[in-house]
C-alpha cells in the first residue's frame, strides 16, 4: 500500500479493503465466547453501503456529525462511513456527564448524530430535559431485534419519542445496486475528516481539527512503527487505524 500517493481516507480505505479483501479485520464477541469475523471486504462493503444512506438521508459533505457509539464495531463503521462521503466526525466520549454531552452537540452545531441502543437513552435523556441545537437526524446503529428491546425499555416507539428523523441501521443501508449509482463528493488532502473534543479542565471544550491528510499520517506510521500516538488527539480515531494494521 503507497500511503504517500493516496490523499484522502476514502481513496487510501478503497485501496486497503481491495488488496486485503478476504483477510479478517474485525471480530466480534457472540454466543459460547465464540468470535464473528469480519473481513476487509465485508468491512468495506458494509461503510459503503452506510455511507450511501448517509447521502440519501440528507447528509452533506463537510456536515458535522456526532458518533456517540461505545469501544465496538459499530464505532469504527461510523467513523469510516462519515469519513468516506465527506463527513466531519465528532466523536464523544460516552463517559461524558449529560451536560457535556449536550454541550458538545449544541457549542458545534452537530446537525447529525449516529448512536446505538447502548447510548441513545442519553440522547433521550438530554433532548427531553432541554430539547436545543440544531440536530436533524438521528442514526441508530442496531438491528431489528435490539431497537425492538430498547423500543419496550423506553415505552413508546422510538421514531417519534424526540421529534426528530430516526433511522435505524436496516433503513440506512443501501443494497450494492443502489450504492454503485451513488455519487461521492470530492474530498480533498485538507478537506476537515475529524474534530476531536475534549472536556478539559474546568469543563471547557478543546477542540482539535484533523484533516484526511493528518490521519494518513498517523495511519502511515501504524504499520512501520515509527509513529507513536502519543498526543490524546488522535485517540477518539484509533478505531479507525485497525483497517490499516495488517
Same mark, same amino acid.
Given at each position: 500500500?503507497?500511503?504517500?500517493?493516496?490523499?484522502?481516507?476514502?481513496? !487510501?480505505?478503497?485501496?486497503?479493503?481491495?488488496?486485503?479483501?478476504?483477510?479478517?479485520?474485525?471480530?466480534?464477541?457472540?454466543?459460547?465466547?465464540?468470535?464473528?469475523?469480519?473481513?476487509?471486504?465485508? &468491512?468495506?462493503?458494509?461503510?459503503?453501503?452506510?455511507?450511501?444512506? &448517509?447521502?440519501?438521508?440528507?447528509?452533506?459533505?463537510? #456536515?458535522?456529525?456526532?458518533?456517540?457509539?461505545?469501544?465496538?464495531?459499530?464505532?469504527?463503521?461510523?467513523?469510516?462511513?462519515?469519513?468516506?462521503?465527506?463527513?466531519?466526525?465528532?466523536?464523544?466520549?460516552?463517559?461524558?456527564?449529560?451536560?457535556?454531552? $449536550?454541550?458538545?452537540?449544541?457549542?458545534?452545531?452537530?446537525?447529525?448524530?449516529?448512536?446505538?441502543? $447502548?447510548?441513545?437513552?442519553?440522547?433521550?435523556?438530554?433532548?427531553?430535559?432541554?430539547?436545543?441545537?440544531? %440536530?436533524?437526524?438521528?442514526?441508530?446503529?442496531?438491528?431489528?431485534?435490539?431497537?425492538?428491546?430498547?423500543?419496550?425499555?423506553?415505552?413508546?416507539?422510538? #421514531?417519534?419519542?424526540?421529534?426528530?428523523?430516526?433511522?435505524? %441501521?436496516?433503513?440506512?443501508?443501501?443494497?450494492?445496486? $443502489?450504492?454503485?449509482?451513488?455519487?461521492?463528493?470530492?474530498?480533498?488532502?485538507?478537506?476537515?475528516?475529524?474534530?476531536?473534543?475534549?472536556?478539559?479542565?474546568?469543563?471547557?471544550?478543546?477542540?482539535?481539527? !484533523?484533516?484526511?491528510?493528518?490521519?494518513?499520517?498517523?495511519?502511515?506510521?501504524?504499520?512501520?512503527?515509527?509513529?507513536?500516538?502519543? @498526543? #490524546?488527539?488522535?485517540?477518539?480515531?484509533?478505531?479507525?487505524?485497525?483497517?490499516?494494521? @495488517?
Amino acid at each position: 500500500i503507497n500511503y504517500p500517493e493516496t490523499y484522502t481516507l476514502n481513496r !487510501l480505505f478503497d485501496q486497503i479493503v481491495d488488496y486485503y479483501y478476504s483477510y479478517p479485520m474485525y471480530g466480534s464477541l457472540i454466543e459460547n465466547k465464540t468470535i464473528e469475523w469480519y473481513t476487509y471486504g465485508e &468491512f468495506g462493503e458494509l461503510v459503503r453501503a452506510l455511507s450511501a444512506g &448517509f447521502l440519501k438521508y440528507g447528509v452533506k459533505m463537510g #456536515d458535522l456529525i456526532g458518533v456517540l457509539v461505545e469501544n465496538s464495531t459499530y464505532f469504527a463503521l461510523a467513523q469510516w462511513a462519515s469519513a468516506y462521503m465527506g463527513g466531519v466526525i465528532i466523536p464523544i466520549d460516552i463517559s461524558y456527564e449529560n451536560d457535556v454531552v $449536550q454541550q458538545i452537540l449544541t457549542v458545534f452545531k452537530c446537525s447529525s448524530l449516529i448512536c446505538t441502543s $447502548q447510548t441513545y437513552p442519553t440522547i433521550f435523556q438530554i433532548y427531553m430535559a432541554n430539547p436545543t441545537g440544531k %440536530l436533524s437526524k438521528i442514526f441508530l446503529l442496531c438491528d431489528e431485534n435490539e431497537k425492538n428491546h430498547l423500543q419496550d425499555d423506553m415505552g413508546s416507539p422510538l #421514531d417519534t419519542q424526540l421529534g426528530i428523523p430516526l433511522f435505524t %441501521l436496516p433503513q440506512i443501508i443501501q443494497e450494492k445496486p $443502489q450504492n454503485d449509482n451513488i455519487q461521492y463528493p470530492t474530498i480533498l488532502a485538507t478537506s476537515l475528516c475529524v474534530l476531536n473534543v475534549g472536556a478539559g479542565r474546568c469543563g471547557s471544550l478543546n477542540p482539535c481539527c !484533523l484533516t484526511h491528510s493528518n490521519l494518513i499520517a498517523a495511519a502511515a506510521g501504524v504499520p512501520s512503527c515509527d509513529y507513536q500516538f502519543g @498526543r #490524546d488527539v488522535y485517540l477518539p480515531t484509533m478505531p479507525m487505524s485497525r483497517v490499516f494494521e @495488517r
